[in-house]
């Protein structure tokens, strides 16, 4: 029985590590490609801007960063489950809720 725990914990581990990397990777490319506004304060001359570029890039982006964030909340679920199986339930319900 203590096998199957360790080959659970192990498999979970490896899940929250991939989805941590992969949506931090994600999100930081996403971040990186994101357009910057000379004058932000000036609405039209922005949304001028968002207009110009014809609005496709901005929704692949946006859906990019949406995966991102979909995959690290998948990983601070799974480590919530592997500090509840290891025992310390009080930090898991912390990042329970930094999940939610």
């Given at each position: 029985m203590a096998d199957v725990m360790e080959e659970r914990i192990r498999s979970i581990q490896r899940s929250a590590g991939f989805c941590f990397v992969l949506g931090s990777?994600?999100?930081?490319?996403?971040?990186?490609?994101?357009?910057?506004?000379?004058?932000?304060?000036?609405?039209?001359?922005?949304?001028?801007?968002?207009?110009?570029?014809?609005?496709?890039?901005?929704?692949?982006?946006?859906?990019?960063?949406?995966?991102?964030?979909?995959?690290?909340?998948?990983?601070?679920?799974a480590l919530a489950f592997l500090l509840h199986l290891k025992g310390s339930s009080g930090s898991a319900s912390f990042v329970a809720t930094s999940a939610l």
């Open positions: 990777i994600l999100l930081s490319i996403t971040l990186f490609v994101y357009p910057t506004f000379p004058e932000v304060n000036r609405t039209n001359l922005v949304l001028e801007q968002i207009t110009k570029s014809r609005g496709e890039s901005w929704m692949q982006l946006h859906a990019f960063m949406v995966v991102g964030f979909f995959l690290v909340t998948v990983g601070f679920s």
